[in-house]
């Protein structure tokens, strides 16, 4: 079966920096997605890799290793506003979504 | 702007009470989404549109209906609500679903069965 896996919550301090991390397990790879969900409002797109390496946007990087089916995201400089789960998508060889349950994100003064 | 609207933002029914749930987009997008979340739990996709073409998950209940009568609009019928339909339903959209393309969702319908 196809599987993401996530830890389900974190805690951080204003200020500081935070690593999400995820792991997959799917049938092919089209690319991995993270996106941020708001309690009660829909998700909305952070980043996408489909090459290995780092790609930064700001405070926000995400990380790919396709060969250990391996992703985190980085947030920086955190923010209160960053409190949110943080969902990892992956695209399959059929161009499926195939969504983590996310990690809620918890930023303490 | 260009966006995904849901209605209504909030919708209450009885168990058994068929309820239809709204979503319209301006981005002229090809490819409509409707998703299932429960609390603390990943979206479930329920169907899509690509185009006019209609693909439904293998495993959505056959009480989940859906429509599309035009590119801008996409409806999500449920004939016969139960307890467990309670959920927030999530409407996306994507310019043509290939693999760099982001979904856009809307702010999502929280349907309560009681």
């Known amino acids: ?109 | 702007d260009a966006m995904v609207i849901q209605n209504p933002r909030y919708q209450v029914t009885q168990f058994g009470k068929p309820v239809t749930l709204s979503c319209s987009q301006t981005l002229n997008h090809n490819v409509m989404y409707w998703y299932q979340q429960k609390s603390s739990q990943a979206p479930k996709l329920l169907f899509h549109y690509y185009d006019k073409d209609f693909n439904n998950e293998a495993d959505t209940p056959d009480n989940f209906q859906s429509r599309r009568p035009n590119t801008s609009f996409c409806f999500l019928d449920i004939r016969s609500p139960g307890l467990g339909d309670t959920a927030m339903y999530l409407c996306a959209t994507s310019r043509t679903g290939g693999a760099p393309d982001e979904q856009y969702f809307g702010p999502g319908t929280r349907l309560t069965v009681t």
């Not at chain 1, 935070?18 to 969900?37: A, P």
């Not at chain 1, 405070?59 to 790919?64: C, E, N, Q, T």
């Not at chain 1, 089916?69 to 920086?76: A, D, I, W």
């Not at chain 1, 923010?79 to 060889?93: P, T």
């Open chain 1, 1 to 109: 079966g196809q599987n993401i896996d996530q830890p389900t919550e974190m805690t951080a301090t204003e200020g500081a920096i935070v690593q999400i991390n995820c792991t997959y397990q799917t049938s092919g790879f089209n690319g991995l997605f993270w996106y941020q969900q708001h309690a009660g409002e829909a998700p909305t797109f952070l980043s996408y890799n489909v090459l290995d390496g780092l790609e930064e946007k700001g405070r926000f990087s995400s990380f790919l290793s396709r060969s250990k089916g391996y992703s985190y995201l980085l947030l920086k400089e955190l923010q209160m506003k960053d409190s949110a789960s943080y969902l990892c998508a992956v695209r399959d060889s059929n161009y499926q979504l195939i969504w983590g349950a996310g990690t809620k994100l918890i930023i303490k003064p």
